[in-house]
């Protein structure tokens, strides 16, 4: 398995990822949409304004996520750091439309409310089926 391009390729196709966060050993975990840039391996999402998530980010920057295959038992998965990103949603948005078409509609409506993250990692799992698995230095 060539690792980088499978882990490209999954990145690229999966819309999801499970996000866990954890604060005063209480762990938590949500499913959010994301986009991936490889020119700088940073991994994108948003959040709405107040939530939970987001207090829980701010209080533990350390997480963990995994994206979610919706066929099959390809996925990625690391651990790393998260914080508010200097980019708006509105930035992004192209990239987030292109992957996950009904976020346009999210974007239109509550993008304001919108706060965007980003995810910082410099090793990942990459799970291609059962037996083929491999961590990748990025």
Known sequence: MDVKKEFLK????????ALATSVNNIPNVRIV????DSTN????????KGNDKIKEMESNSHIAFTTIPHSGNEHVKAKGLVQKSTK??????EQFIAKVPGYKN???FAGESLVLFEI?????IVTKDLETIQTIKL
């Open 10 to 17: 999954i990145m690229s196709e999966q819309k999801e990822i």
């Open 33 to 36: 949409n994301f986009i991936y």
């Open 41 to 48: 391996n940073i991994l994108y999402f948003s959040s709405f």
């Open 88 to 93: 708006t949603i509105f930035e992004v948005a």
């Open 106 to 108: 999210t974007i239109e």
């Open 120 to 124: 910082r990692f410099d090793t990942a």
